[in-house]
């Protein structure tokens, strides 16, 4: 197809090609990752203009040649994508590359595609651009893209928690010691209690399904402690050539009986995500009266496949659920048939995480399928002291060292906040006063076992160590 036949197809929405025409005429070299990430423009449509371009080569870069360029003689230099760039400060645009490089690889099974540097910076400056934050509070609603370490840096005054089902984000968060509050979550499965209530501001860049973005935002909406004047942000976009896509989000979104304060288009760059043309838009969403029934009723159903690859998308279909064997369970966790072990109770992986059972159970049978590995230690300590059996998964379950009873006693009673049962345990033990028991103990214990990321729970024996000799938390990393 020629160019005239591209431009005269794509209509009004031909600014795209004629941006992408006019970087290809400006005399630099140009990746297609980077043509596709400057337009916003699915990878599709830019190899499209590309095949009907007289293209010269170098590597991996292509441009117009210089002799040609007088044919596509187009200037198309302003963006409306843009509201923060005036305020960029390119040393912590630095800072966060490095931040970013630094920190663990995406995983595609979880939806990981990183942000830029500078997308992360500017979403921090909208904030700061759009909202009063002294004394406020985000919540980020995963974050792979460290969207908190940026709010940390550009704003120290926001408190900022941030709550992912992925350990090493988690623990790499905590690494940088910028003061953000890590919880371990599968938001599937809820949101920790300590999260809940807790926001002025939530944040979230989802998987991009309907579903995936319903229940992130639901988890956001949840997370809030501001009903009337809270927001929640959300990044998320569809490739251009898929309306219909964004309608079916929109459509979750409406569901929520959530207001569309703004759509910033093509507000977040992405290393990667080329369907999608490397982008996305910013949504400013506030919640209205009919929202909290909305999410109370939605929250659950909404639960179920996110992901858009991997074993666990959309796509993918669930296993039958595994045999019990010989194994007599007096309590079933989790999806089993209807038809098994009439009379033996059953509960909800999400409301096992929830709240201990209320009854006195000896053997739990709990179906995790796969996709839950990562709850998996969290769900057999909330049996506290029962047997347990996983079935389901073929992954093993990894539970921290328990080596001293204050350990121990803090993982059986998961459920709990874990600084009121050490601080139980080291005025039990030591005969401290209560005072002196809460000044040895580190501030991230703020938290229910189930709640703390893994690499909390695995230090935990050796910091109860250290607390039964130290008289000062503050004056050890933690
Ligand atoms: C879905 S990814 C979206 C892409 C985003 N640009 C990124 O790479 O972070 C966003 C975050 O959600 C987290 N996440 C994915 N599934 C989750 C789940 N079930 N519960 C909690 N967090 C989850 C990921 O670990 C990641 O940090």
Redesign the pocket.
């Known amino acids: 197809m020629s160019i005239d036949e591209l431009y005269a197809r794509a209509g009004v929405d031909g600014w795209r090609l004629r941006k992408a025409v006019s970087l290809l005429s400006d005399g630099r070299w140009w990746t297609l990752a980077d043509v596709v990430r400057e337009t916003a423009t699915s990878r599709r449509t830019i190899e499209a203009l590309m095949r009907a371009l007289p293209l010269e080569h170098r590597d991996q870069h292509v441009r117009i040649p210089t002799e040609q360029v007088k044919h596509y003689n187009i200037s198309i230099s302003s963006s409306i994508s843009d509201p923060v760039s005036h305020l960029v400060d390119t040393s912590v645009v630095s800072r966060l590359a490095e931040l970013i490089a630094k920190a663990p690889r995406?995983r595609s099974a979880?939806?990981?595609?990183?942000?830029t540097p500078e997308t992360v910076v500017r979403r921090a400056l909208l904030l700061g651009a759009r909202f009063w934050l002294p004394g406020s509070r985000l919540l980020c609603v995963?974050?792979?893209?460290l969207t908190s370490l940026a709010v940390r840096l550009i704003h120290p005054e926001v408190e900022v928690m941030v709550?992912?089902?992925?350990d090493r984000?988690l623990a790499y968060i905590d690494e940088q010691d910028l003061g953000v509050t890590t919880r371990w979550?599968?938001?599937?499965l809820g949101l920790p209690a300590s999260a809940r209530g807790f926001a002025d501001l939530a944040i979230t860049?989802?998987?991009y399904t309907p579903d995936?973005v319903g229940l992130f935002v639901a988890r956001g909406l949840e997370g809030l402690r501001d009903r009337d004047e809270g927001r929640v942000l959300l990044?998320y976009g569809a490739s251009e050539r898929t309306p219909m896509l964004a309608l079916k989000v929109q459509h979750a979104l409406a569901d929520l009986q959530l207001l569309n304060e703004a759509i910033y288009p093509d507000f977040n760059r992405?290393d990667g995500a080329e369907a999608i043309g490397s982008a996305a838009d910013l949504y400013v969403l506030r919640p209205t009266t009919k929202t909290w029934p909305a999410v109370a009723s939605r929250v659950d159903r909404l639960a179920t496949a996110?992901y858009t690859q991997g074993p666990q998308s959309v796509e993918s279909s669930e296993a039958a659920p595994p045999d019990l064997g010989d194994y007599a369970p007096d309590l079933l966790v989790g999806d089993w048939p209807r038809d098994l072990l009439p009379g033996v109770p059953r509960v909800r992986l999400s409301t096992w995480l929830a709240k201990p059972y209320a009854a006195h159970v000896s053997r739990v049978a709990i179906h995790a399928p796969a996709g839950l590995e990562a709850a998996l230690p969290r769900l057999v300590l909330a049996a506290r002291d029962a047997e347990v059996r996983v079935f389901g998964t073929a992954s093993s379950v990894r539970l921290p060292p328990t080596p001293d009873a204050i350990t121990k006693r803090i993982l059986s009673n998961s459920h709990g906040k874990v600084a009121n049962t050490w601080r139980e345990g080291l005025v039990a033990e030591l005969g401290l006063t209560k005072n002196q028991a809460r000044a040895r103990i580190p501030a991230w214990a703020g938290a229910t076992a189930l709640e703390l990321p893994m690499h909390r729970l695995t230090e935990l024996a050796t910091e109860v160590a250290r607390s039964r000799e130290d008289e000062d938390p503050g004056a050890h990393e933690v």
Not at 110 to 115: E, G, I, P, T, W
Not at 163 to 166: A, E, Q
Not at 185 to 188: G, K, M, N, T, V
């Open positions: 995406g979880l939806d990981h595609v990183s942000a995963g974050d792979h893209d709550v992912d089902i992925d984000i979550a599968d938001l599937r860049d989802p998987p995936g990044a992405y996110i």
